[in-house]
Structure formats: C-alpha cells, structure tokens
C-alpha cells in the first residue's frame, strides 16, 4: 500500500510539473507563463527563461529585476479581477514575431485599474521569446523631457531595430519630431506624420497614440481635426486618470481658437481629476492671461510652479507667459527672473530675448 501511495504521488508530481512547464513553441503560452511569474515576483525566472536574447543585450538581470520587483505587500494588495490576451492576425510576411494584447482589471485597496499592454514576441531557435525594451525607453524618455530629442530619436531607433512593432517607440519618436524646433520643415512633418499614424495603426485601442496626431493638426490651424482626433482618443481611455491629458489637449485647442468658456470647462475636469497636474493649471493661467485676467492668470501659474516640472519645452513657456504677465502687473522683480530662467532654457528664443529688453529697465 506505501509503495502504491508513493508511486501515485510521484506521478502526480510528475503531472503538475508538466502542467506547469512553458510550452515554448506556443507564444501564447509563453505569455501567460510569463505573466503568471510576475504576478509571483518572480523577475530572475522571467529574466533567465523567458527574455529575448536581444533584449539582454541591453539590460542586465540586476537592472531587470530592480525594475520589475514590486514589495510583497503591495504585491499580496493587488487583486486580479479579470485578464484577457488576444492575438492579432498572423503577418506573413514577419514570420518570426507574434503580437499580442493584454487587457486587465486589478484591485487595489479601493482602486480599480484597468490596464492595457502590448507584447511582441520572437522565435529564437524554435522557442518564442517575450521582447522588452522599458529600460531603454525609460531612457529616450529622460532624453526627451530634457529637451535632447536627437539622442532620444537614436535610442527609440535602437527599440524598433528590437521590437519593429511598438506602438509606444513609435509615439514617443513622433513626439521628439514635433519638439524639435531645429529641424527643417520637410523633415519634421515627415517625422511626425509617418511615425504618429503607425503607432496608431500598431495600437489603435491605446489612448496614448492620438495624441501627437492631434498636436499636428492644431500646428497646421486644423482645429476641427484635431479635436475630432482628441474625442477619437478619448473614448478608448480606460480610467479618468487616462483622460486628464485629453481634457488638458481639448482646453488648449479651445484656447487657439479663443473659445474660452469651453476651454475652462475642460481644464476644471482635468483638475478635478488631477489638481497635481502642472499642465492643467498653467493651460488656466493661460485661459485668464488671452483674457487680460492678469491677478487671477498669475494665481495659476503659481499653482503651476509649485507642481513637479514639465518636459523643458513646456516649463519654458510656462516660466516666459508667468514673466509676461508679471510684467503687464508692473512686478519687474518678478518678472526679470522669470524671463530669465526661461532664457537659461531657451537663449536664442526671440520672443524670450524680446521680453528681456523690455523687463531689463523695469523698475
């Protein structure tokens, strides 16, 4: 009896192990697998079995697993509610790649996520592989905030010479295009146009990739576009914490086309939603400046510069309209320094250097 009790539960063993083990030739096991691991923390299984080798080449598992672990008391605080992954059609002509969308609803405390992720995956010696490239776009993306949009551009390059099917990359390289005021015309509209719309034609349910589309069409005075774009964009947000920088874009095509009550309405929403957001409060500065509220339009920049900084292209003008209306308010002090910090940023912007011969007498 002993022996037989044994045997069975050496078989049994047996057959959970096998059930539990990754089918590699199957990438939607792959993925399940390795979504299974990290609900469990387990970032050195992920790393050693499950990473492309490509994607090794440009993190190691130290910086891998320090990205990746979450405490275990948040962790054990997070309830899964609903997950679902569904494939897109085969492309023939990439063969050796999968993609694949990962949607989720989670739990924690009293918040509820809704969570939407893209995944490409590619066969390596007959067995798929998960391709992960957040540690180079955490750096394209510090790159671009600091205004450096070249050195942000050739990293983003890197990523899709990895992954030539994401969205994100794509994006955020369409937005270096349309930051970067030193290029010639013909090539910042190329940049911009051609890489916005295939991030959107990769990730068309993601929120995210409406949003440089729309910035285009208010550059080129196509209001109507554009806001059709942000509504396009909109509808796909998953959480109101998705949809603040809509209503933040929405407000400030209002504010081109000097419609001002539609505009505050949108920027109220935003932050209602988010009263840190730096964004919104300096699009309500900007509301009451176009309208000469001088006092109430500094009130909001105040509000503005006391929240975490915006990318530099945006905290430049956010410093040069703070220093334009504390001027027309007769705060010359004020007013220098301003100008100044926003010249600190930007020396060879004429209309900051403008606005330094004016304020440099003030008194």
């Known amino acids: 009896m002993k022996k037989f009790n044994l045997l069975t539960l050496l078989i049994t063993v047996f057959f959970i192990a096998s059930c539990n083990r990754t089918d590699f030739s199957n990438p939607e096991d792959v993925l399940k697998n390795y979504w299974k691991f990290t609900d469990e923390n387990k970032s050195e299984v992920l790393y050693n079995d499950y990473l492309s080798g490509k994607s090794k080449e440009f993190v190691t598992k130290d910086e891998y697993v320090k990205t990746r672990d979450v405490p275990d008391s948040i962790l054990k605080g997070i309830k899964k509610i609903e997950s679902k992954i569904s494939s897109f059609p085969l492309d023939v002509d990439n063969p050796s790649y999968r993609r694949f969308k990962v949607e989720e609803t989670l739990v924690y405390k009293a918040d509820t ?6 995944y490409t995956l590619i066969n390596e010696n007959g067995k798929w592989k998960i391709i992960w490239w957040q540690t180079l776009y955490s750096f394209a993306n510090n790159k671009f905030d600091g205004g450096n949009y070249s050195e942000a ?3 983003l390059e890197k990523i899709i010479e ?7 990359a794509y994006n955020l390289l369409a937005c270096c295009y349309y930051r970067d005021k030193s290029l010639a015309r013909n090539e910042w509209e190329n ?7 295939y991030a959107l034609s990769l990730e068309e349910e993601n929120s995210n990739m409406y949003q440089v589309l729309a910035g285009y069409y208010l550059t080129n005075s196509n209001n109507d576009l554009a806001i059709q774009t942000y509504e396009r964009g909109l509808k796909y947000c998953k959480d109101k914490e998705d949809k603040f920088n809509f209503y933040d874009n929405l407000a400030s095509t209002y504010i081109g086309m000097r419609e001002y009550k539609k505009a505050e309405d949108y920027i109220i929403k935003s932050i209602a939603i988010n009263e840190n957001n ?15 509220k001088f006092p109430l339009a500094i009130e909001y920049y105040k509000k503005a510069l006391s929240k975490p900084h915006m990318e530099n292209a945006l905290q430049c003008e ?6 334009v209306c504390c001027f027309k308010n007769g705060d010359c002090t004020t007013s220098k320094e301003y100008t100044n910090k926003a010249l600190d940023m930007e020396p060879n912007n004429s209309n900051y250097q403008q606005l330094y011969n004016s304020v440099k007498d003030c008194r």
């Open 162 to 168: 990895i992954d030539p099917f994401s969205g994100m």
């Open 153 to 155: 551009r050739k990293t």
């Open 191 to 197: 940049g911009v146009v051609k890489n916005a719309k």
């Open 278 to 292: 730096c964004f919104a409060w300096f699009k309500y500065a900007e509301i009451m400046q176009w309208q000469m």
């Open 113 to 118: 996520a809704h969570n939407l992720r893209y």
């Open 318 to 323: 956010l410093y040069y309209n703070y220093a």
